[in-house]
């Protein structure tokens, strides 16, 4: 696999993952960006050895987008409290079914993970054993019957932004466990983490690592 660097430093290198690659290897033992990376690390700078990445955050197999890794520990641990201290500003850009009417708005829900079926269950009111979940978008373009949105994430649960999305009948494009009709290649659904802000490791210097925005394709 290609490896596209958007942003490398002494600690940090943000990569785009395509669709239908994992971040982080499972029993699958498909292709993963974490032993991708290593090998471009290891490859670039001659490196004997085995070769440290620090898995910071994640995305979903079937969405595209930034992707940051430590290449130090130092790294890991620095940015790692950014995410946990919400200092990281991540945004994404998403094709979704219907005229989405309000032009902005902020969604809070509650949401609980089912395992077994690799879910979430959205709640309008505190539940338990459902996490607080909060999103903010703001609608960029309409195009016959679709709508395509900036969303903000303000936390980080399992499947929020499709489950979210849909709990207002407005589905992804190609999220079909979320009640999309249309089908796309690559396992892809029509969500990209479009862009990371945050701070480097060591110079606290303010990074954003972004992409275009996301055409509509089908």
């Known amino acids: 696999m290609e490896i596209k660097v958007l942003y490398e430093d002494n600690h940090l290198i943000a990569v785009y993952k395509p669709a239908g690659i ?25 490196k004997p050895g085995n070769v440290f990445l620090g898995l910071v955050h994640r995305l979903d197999r079937n969405v595209d987008g930034v992707v940051l890794f430590a290449k130090t520990s130092k790294g890991a641990s620095r940015i790692s409290e950014q995410f946990r201290n ?7 850009h998403a094709w979704v079914h219907g005229i989405v009417k ?12 089912d395992e077994n079926q690799n879910f979430a269950e959205v709640f309008d009111k505190e539940t338990g054993g459902a996490d607080r979940a909060e999103l903010s978008y703001e609608v960029i373009k309409i ?10 994430l303000k936390t980080g649960r399992h499947h929020q932004i499709r489950a979210q999305l849909s709990h207002i ?13 249309v ?15 945050f701070e480097t490791a060591t110079t606290k210097e303010q990074k954003v690592v972004a992409l275009e925005i996301p055409l509509k394709t089908w």
């Open 102 to 113: 309000e032009k902005s708005a902020t969604l809070v829900s509650f949401l609980k993970h």
């Open 143 to 152: 195009e016959g019957d679709f709508s395509l949105l900036k969303i903000t």
């Open 22 to 46: 994992l971040v982080q290897g499972d029993k699958s033992g498909d292709v993963s960006m974490i032993e991708e990376v290593k090998m471009y690390i290891k490859q670039k700078y001659e």
């Open 169 to 181: 009948g407005h589905s992804i494009v190609g999220d079909n466990k979320y009640g999309s009709v």
């Open 183 to 197: 089908r796309l290649p690559d396992q892809r659904i029509a969500l990209t983490a479009t862009s990371l802000s």
């Open 86 to 92: 919400h200092t990281v500003k991540k945004e994404y």
